[in-house]
Protein backbone atom coordinates (compact mmCIF):
# COMPACT_ATOMS: atom_id res chain seq x y z
CA UNK A 1 0.00 0.00 0.00
CA UNK A 2 1.27 3.79 -1.04
CA UNK A 3 1.35 6.11 1.82
CA UNK A 4 1.14 9.81 1.71
CA UNK A 5 4.53 9.91 2.38
CA UNK A 6 6.05 7.73 -0.50
CA UNK A 7 3.72 9.61 -2.86
CA UNK A 8 4.77 12.95 -1.97
CA UNK A 9 8.73 11.73 -1.89
CA UNK A 10 10.53 12.85 -4.85
CA UNK A 11 12.73 9.79 -7.04
CA UNK A 12 16.50 10.11 -6.27
CA UNK A 13 17.36 11.02 -9.38
CA UNK A 14 15.12 14.17 -9.32
CA UNK A 15 15.77 14.93 -5.83
CA UNK A 16 19.72 14.99 -6.71
CA UNK A 17 19.22 17.73 -9.83
CA UNK A 18 20.97 20.91 -8.32
CA UNK A 19 19.14 24.45 -8.81
CA UNK A 20 20.80 26.58 -11.19
CA UNK A 21 22.91 29.37 -10.29
CA UNK A 22 20.61 32.61 -9.95
CA UNK A 23 21.89 35.06 -12.45
CA UNK A 24 24.02 37.74 -11.53
CA UNK A 25 22.63 41.79 -11.88
CA UNK A 26 26.31 42.44 -13.50
CA UNK A 27 29.13 39.89 -13.81
CA UNK A 28 32.41 41.51 -15.23
CA UNK A 29 34.71 38.07 -16.63
CA UNK A 30 38.51 39.38 -17.05
CA UNK A 31 37.52 42.70 -18.11
CA UNK A 32 40.86 44.96 -19.51
CA UNK A 33 41.35 48.12 -21.05
CA UNK A 34 43.84 49.94 -22.42
CA UNK A 35 45.07 53.41 -23.33
CA UNK A 36 48.21 52.62 -26.00
CA UNK A 37 50.29 51.23 -23.71
CA UNK A 38 48.76 51.88 -20.04
CA UNK A 39 46.60 49.25 -19.08
CA UNK A 40 44.18 50.96 -16.99
CA UNK A 41 42.42 47.84 -16.29
CA UNK A 42 43.44 44.50 -16.22
CA UNK A 43 41.86 41.01 -16.31
CA UNK A 44 38.99 42.36 -13.53
CA UNK A 45 36.65 39.55 -12.37
CA UNK A 46 33.38 40.53 -10.29
CA UNK A 47 29.68 39.83 -9.14
CA UNK A 48 27.01 41.65 -8.27
CA UNK A 49 23.81 39.97 -7.38
CA UNK A 50 20.37 41.40 -7.29
CA UNK A 51 19.97 43.73 -4.08
CA UNK A 52 23.56 43.72 -3.15
CA UNK A 53 25.37 47.46 -2.44
CA UNK A 54 29.16 46.82 -3.14
CA UNK A 55 31.94 49.45 -2.14
CA UNK A 56 34.25 50.33 -4.87
CA UNK A 57 37.44 51.32 -3.28
CA UNK A 58 41.05 52.69 -4.60
CA UNK A 59 43.33 55.76 -4.96
CA UNK A 60 42.73 58.23 -7.90
CA UNK A 61 43.63 56.76 -11.20
CA UNK A 62 43.26 52.96 -10.25
CA UNK A 63 41.11 52.37 -12.83
CA UNK A 64 37.21 53.00 -10.97
CA UNK A 65 36.19 55.81 -13.12
CA UNK A 66 36.94 53.30 -16.35
CA UNK A 67 35.47 50.29 -14.84
CA UNK A 68 32.31 52.37 -14.73
CA UNK A 69 32.60 53.54 -18.52
CA UNK A 70 33.21 49.83 -19.67
CA UNK A 71 29.77 48.85 -17.78
CA UNK A 72 27.74 51.04 -19.50
CA UNK A 73 29.82 50.60 -22.50
CA UNK A 74 30.89 54.19 -22.91
CA UNK A 75 34.37 52.81 -23.25
CA UNK A 76 34.66 49.44 -25.08
CA UNK A 77 37.01 47.16 -23.13
CA UNK A 78 40.07 45.50 -25.32
CA UNK A 79 39.14 42.57 -23.65
CA UNK A 80 36.75 39.62 -21.61
CA UNK A 81 32.84 40.64 -20.20
CA UNK A 82 30.32 42.49 -19.22
CA UNK A 83 27.37 40.85 -18.93
CA UNK A 84 23.68 42.45 -17.46
CA UNK A 85 21.50 39.51 -16.01
CA UNK A 86 23.55 37.14 -18.16
CA UNK A 87 23.51 39.32 -21.36
CA UNK A 88 27.13 40.50 -22.95
CA UNK A 89 26.12 44.18 -23.47
CA UNK A 90 29.64 44.00 -25.65
CA UNK A 91 27.72 41.61 -28.31
CA UNK A 92 24.64 44.23 -28.42
CA UNK A 93 24.19 46.29 -31.44
CA UNK A 94 23.12 50.07 -31.30
CA UNK A 95 18.92 49.58 -30.78
CA UNK A 96 19.70 46.64 -28.39
CA UNK A 97 22.69 48.62 -26.28
CA UNK A 98 20.24 51.94 -25.77
CA UNK A 99 16.76 49.27 -24.50
CA UNK A 100 19.78 47.59 -21.94
CA UNK A 101 21.57 50.95 -21.06
CA UNK A 102 18.16 52.27 -19.40
CA UNK A 103 18.52 49.43 -16.66
CA UNK A 104 21.47 50.67 -15.79
CA UNK A 105 21.41 54.48 -13.43
CA UNK A 106 23.80 56.61 -12.67
CA UNK A 107 24.49 58.60 -9.95
CA UNK A 108 27.10 61.27 -9.80
CA UNK A 109 29.30 63.81 -7.77
CA UNK A 110 28.08 67.24 -9.17
CA UNK A 111 23.35 65.91 -8.96
CA UNK A 112 23.70 66.45 -12.81
CA UNK A 113 19.77 68.23 -11.90
CA UNK A 114 18.30 70.91 -13.39
CA UNK A 115 18.32 73.80 -10.83
CA UNK A 116 15.24 75.87 -11.84
CA UNK A 117 13.15 72.80 -12.02
CA UNK A 118 11.37 71.12 -9.76
CA UNK A 119 12.45 68.07 -8.23
CA UNK A 120 9.43 66.08 -9.93
CA UNK A 121 10.54 67.46 -13.05
CA UNK A 122 13.60 66.44 -12.61
CA UNK A 123 12.46 62.75 -11.17
CA UNK A 124 10.45 62.55 -14.50
CA UNK A 125 13.68 62.37 -16.41
CA UNK A 126 14.03 59.17 -15.68
CA UNK A 127 10.70 58.30 -17.70
CA UNK A 128 12.56 59.63 -20.71
CA UNK A 129 13.41 56.57 -22.20
CA UNK A 130 10.18 54.96 -21.37
CA UNK A 131 8.19 58.01 -22.95
CA UNK A 132 7.48 59.67 -26.61
CA UNK A 133 9.68 62.59 -27.25
CA UNK A 134 6.69 64.95 -27.85
CA UNK A 135 5.78 64.09 -24.65
CA UNK A 136 9.01 65.00 -23.09
CA UNK A 137 9.47 67.86 -25.25
CA UNK A 138 5.93 69.54 -24.29
CA UNK A 139 6.63 68.02 -20.64
CA UNK A 140 3.09 66.57 -20.95
CA UNK A 141 3.65 63.32 -19.30
CA UNK A 142 1.53 60.42 -18.93
CA UNK A 143 -0.43 60.35 -15.55
CA UNK A 144 0.79 57.13 -14.99
CA UNK A 145 4.79 58.43 -15.44
CA UNK A 146 3.89 61.17 -12.87
CA UNK A 147 2.87 58.79 -10.42
CA UNK A 148 6.18 56.69 -10.81
CA UNK A 149 7.99 59.47 -10.26
CA UNK A 150 5.80 60.91 -7.38
CA UNK A 151 6.14 57.40 -5.70
CA UNK A 152 10.04 57.66 -6.23
CA UNK A 153 10.65 60.77 -4.48
CA UNK A 154 8.48 59.32 -1.96
CA UNK A 155 10.63 56.26 -1.74
CA UNK A 156 13.63 58.39 -0.70
CA UNK A 157 11.50 60.52 1.72
CA UNK A 158 11.46 63.39 -0.35
CA UNK A 159 7.55 63.99 -1.32
CA UNK A 160 7.09 66.66 0.28
CA UNK A 161 9.28 68.81 -1.71
CA UNK A 162 8.61 67.98 -4.97
CA UNK A 163 7.09 71.05 -6.22
CA UNK A 164 10.20 72.66 -5.32
CA UNK A 165 12.98 74.26 -6.77
CA UNK A 166 15.84 71.42 -7.05
CA UNK A 167 18.44 74.65 -6.53
CA UNK A 168 16.43 75.37 -3.41
CA UNK A 169 17.28 72.11 -1.30
CA UNK A 170 20.47 71.17 -0.18
CA UNK A 171 23.15 68.77 -1.11
CA UNK A 172 22.02 65.63 0.69
CA UNK A 173 18.40 66.45 -0.97
CA UNK A 174 19.68 66.93 -4.35
CA UNK A 175 21.44 63.76 -4.20
CA UNK A 176 18.44 61.70 -3.20
CA UNK A 177 16.48 63.63 -6.02
CA UNK A 178 18.94 61.87 -8.32
CA UNK A 179 18.46 58.32 -6.50
CA UNK A 180 14.60 58.92 -7.28
CA UNK A 181 15.59 59.75 -10.80
CA UNK A 182 17.14 56.49 -10.85
CA UNK A 183 14.07 54.52 -9.51
CA UNK A 184 11.78 56.16 -11.80
CA UNK A 185 13.86 54.55 -14.76
CA UNK A 186 13.20 51.24 -13.14
CA UNK A 187 16.67 50.74 -13.45
CA UNK A 188 18.19 47.21 -12.13
CA UNK A 189 22.06 48.49 -11.51
CA UNK A 190 22.97 51.50 -9.90
CA UNK A 191 26.61 53.02 -10.74
CA UNK A 192 27.01 55.56 -8.11
CA UNK A 193 30.54 57.45 -9.08
CA UNK A 194 31.74 58.75 -5.37
CA UNK A 195 27.98 60.21 -4.49
CA UNK A 196 28.70 61.84 -1.09
CA UNK A 197 32.30 62.94 -1.80
CA UNK A 198 30.82 66.91 -1.60
CA UNK A 199 28.34 65.99 1.25
CA UNK A 200 28.95 66.95 4.98
CA UNK A 201 28.71 63.80 7.40
CA UNK A 202 25.30 63.31 7.91
CA UNK A 203 24.00 64.17 4.65
CA UNK A 204 26.74 61.65 3.52
CA UNK A 205 25.25 58.57 6.11
CA UNK A 206 21.62 59.75 5.08
CA UNK A 207 22.31 59.10 1.38
CA UNK A 208 23.93 55.69 1.26
CA UNK A 209 21.13 54.82 3.53
CA UNK A 210 18.70 55.22 0.92
CA UNK A 211 20.68 54.03 -1.66
CA UNK A 212 21.03 50.88 0.54
CA UNK A 213 17.61 50.82 1.50
CA UNK A 214 16.40 50.77 -2.64
CA UNK A 215 19.02 47.87 -2.96
CA UNK A 216 17.07 45.71 -0.34
CA UNK A 217 13.70 46.71 -1.12
CA UNK A 218 13.72 46.94 -5.00
CA UNK A 219 16.47 43.79 -5.82
CA UNK A 220 18.98 46.77 -7.66
CA UNK A 221 22.12 45.76 -7.62
CA UNK A 222 24.35 48.87 -6.65
CA UNK A 223 27.95 49.52 -6.91
CA UNK A 224 29.56 52.60 -5.47
CA UNK A 225 32.92 54.09 -5.78
CA UNK A 226 33.85 56.05 -2.20
CA UNK A 227 37.01 57.41 -0.74
CA UNK A 228 35.56 57.07 2.75
CA UNK A 229 36.56 53.91 3.77
CA UNK A 230 34.09 54.13 7.26
CA UNK A 231 31.03 54.74 5.18
CA UNK A 232 32.02 51.96 2.78
CA UNK A 233 32.56 49.28 5.65
CA UNK A 234 29.11 50.50 7.53
CA UNK A 235 26.62 50.54 4.43
CA UNK A 236 28.36 48.07 1.81
CA UNK A 237 27.56 44.06 1.43
CA UNK A 238 30.97 43.71 0.22
CA UNK A 239 34.40 45.60 -0.51
CA UNK A 240 35.72 46.01 -3.81
CA UNK A 241 39.47 47.66 -4.41
CA UNK A 242 41.29 48.39 -7.20
CA UNK A 243 44.99 49.50 -7.74
CA UNK A 244 46.47 50.29 -10.82
CA UNK A 245 44.26 48.42 -12.37
CA UNK A 246 43.84 45.58 -11.05
CA UNK A 247 41.34 44.10 -8.48
CA UNK A 248 43.45 43.44 -5.05
CA UNK A 249 40.42 42.60 -2.48
CA UNK A 250 36.74 41.49 -2.83
CA UNK A 251 35.59 40.43 0.63
CA UNK A 252 32.73 41.06 2.90
CA UNK A 253 32.59 44.57 4.16
CA UNK A 254 32.59 43.30 7.97
CA UNK A 255 35.82 41.68 7.71
CA UNK A 256 37.66 44.32 6.24
CA UNK A 257 39.92 45.68 8.53
CA UNK A 258 42.38 49.16 8.70
CA UNK A 259 45.21 46.99 8.27
CA UNK A 260 43.15 46.24 4.51
CA UNK A 261 42.27 49.53 3.94
CA UNK A 262 45.59 50.72 4.87
CA UNK A 263 47.54 48.31 2.27
CA UNK A 264 45.09 49.52 -0.56
CA UNK A 265 46.04 53.07 -0.57
CA UNK A 266 49.70 52.54 0.85
CA UNK A 267 50.56 51.85 -2.75
CA UNK A 268 53.16 48.80 -2.04
CA UNK A 269 52.45 44.98 -2.77
CA UNK A 270 51.25 43.75 0.21
CA UNK A 271 47.67 44.77 -1.31
CA UNK A 272 48.21 42.47 -3.89
CA UNK A 273 47.76 39.27 -1.45
CA UNK A 274 44.69 40.68 0.42
CA UNK A 275 41.88 38.31 -1.77
Not at 160 to 179: K, N
Amino acid sequence: MRTASSLLRLPDAIAAVPLPAPVAALELVGVSKFYGSTAALRDVSLRIDPGEVVALLGPSGAGKSTLFRCISRLAEADGGKVLITGQDIGALDRRALREQRQSIGLIFQQFNLVGRLTALANVLAGRLGHTATWRVVSRRFKHEDRQIALAALDHVRLLERAYQRADSLSGGQQQRVAIARVLAQQSRIVLADEPVASLDPASAENVLEVLRDIARERGIAVLCSLHQTDLARRHADRIVAVRAGRVVLDAPAKSVGLADIDAIYRGDTAADDLG
